[in-house]
């Protein structure tokens, strides 16, 4: 009977090829099976990130989803189908790398392929580079400190749980920003906390850029753009 | 006149050589100069992640702390030398890189260094693995998804402030746990969150342990340990 293979949820960080951990690399060579999100147009983020190290002969699992037009349980389906995938090869002892943007488990879709397949074959995880460090990086400011607290949350709550949360701590990072910027800066104001606030947008990629809030209310700012603001200086 | 160096903030993540990023590996062979923080037996986390991969004939310059003997200002009078040691090279033209545990603005000591420097000198920062994400990792869950918010927080706070921050979040890292473990198990017992909370012990080192909250109390936990819960199973 053949040893199942491992199943790799690899962190491949926000962007930066060099933001890849010597562990992802090692992994990426060598495991025969390598699956990556995908959007509509079969594009996939994770897979650009470490394309130069994808050699031929790999066998190729992309995970196509259309959350947007679609909605969740098309998804929720694509990921079944992909996890059946999976455990076939995983079953004839082939290892199979998942590439997740960021880290597998900081708001990563790589949970829906380990609640499928955990369990049944041996799982390992590599971290990634988070796009709150990625973000507090590029703009050379400490995200939190000493005995501070930091929350973290997406720009999509509502604009009431997004302000109760967001006077309750010392230091905070507002991800998925977008259209959902107008809201938040609002909070930050009434908050008196809109000043020492910055926008970091596309980090990791050779057009990042660090905006004020006047700034980035002013120009508009995609959907992955974070916010990072601290009560300290 | 000679241009200036550039102070590199060196994530070098929590522990493991392989989850040091190809960016923070290929500016620590580049720099002439290498910073590092160590406890006051000369003993340092930082550079015995990278060990392997210091060149002789590099200019190393230790950054001794006594924080628990000595107190904040001999530490932060440490700082100082190190900054003004470091201010020397940079003006020479010399790069200097500043190694640090985890990530550089995660609760990181460089920010004691960025204030100092910043400004006067060009900076870059090499974001690392924080120890939330690589303890995730080792016990395979996830950290936080969807539009869930995450709080971070020291075990050091008092019980009141790790409660009303703990009650009002749907997912939790708290760090720094050690002999505050006790205080941190009572506050998510009165939550009802102590059921699935786990604490992870020396995550990327060859003895990392993912331990329950009963068998953590039982066994008493280092202070770089760290619990994660999260409100969804």
Redesign the interface.
């Known amino acids: 009977m053949t040893a199942p293979g491992t199943l790799y949820?690899l962190?491949v960080?926000p962007g930066?090829?060099?933001?890849?951990?010597?562990?992802a690399?090692?992994l990426l060579r060598a495991c025969p099976v390598i699956a990556w999100p995908a959007n509509p147009e079969g594009h996939s983020m994770a897979r650009a990130v470490v394309a130069e190290w994808i050699h031929p002969g790999k066998i190729e699992v992309p995970i196509v989803m259309d959350f947007v037009s679609k909605g969740r349980e098309s998804a929720l389906a694509a990921y079944d189908a992909a996890a059946d995938t999976l455990a076939g090869h995983l079953a004839e002892g082939r290892d199979a790398a998942v590439l997740c943007e960021g880290?597998?488990?900081?708001?990563?879709s790589f949970?829906y392929l380990?609640e499928r397949l955990?369990g049944r074959f041996p799982?390992?995880?590599?971290?990634?580079?988070?796009s709150?460090?990625?973000c507090?990086?590029?703009a050379?400011?400490?995200?939190?400190?000493?005995?501070?607290?930091?929350?973290?949350?997406?720009a999509?709550?509502p604009e009431d749980a997004l302000s109760?949360?967001l006077a309750?701590?010392e230091a905070a990072a507002v991800m998925k920003l977008g259209r959902h910027l107008p809201k938040v800066a609002a909070v930050l104001d009434r908050l008196g906390r809109a000043e020492g606030a910055v926008v970091v947008v596309r980090a990791g990629h050779e057009d990042q850029r660090v905006l004020s809030l006047p700034e980035a209310l002013s120009e508009g700012v995609p959907y992955f753009s974070l916010l990072l603001t601290r009560n300290r200086p």
Do not use: N
């Open positions: 949820g962190g960080g930066d090829p060099e933001l890849v951990t010597l562990k690399l090692r880290d597998p488990l900081f708001y990563g949970m380990l955990a799982v390992a995880i590599v971290p990634g580079i988070t709150v460090a990625a507090a990086a590029v050379a400011r400490p995200v939190v400190s000493l005995d501070e607290g930091l929350t973290v949350l997406p999509t709550l109760a949360r309750a701590t």
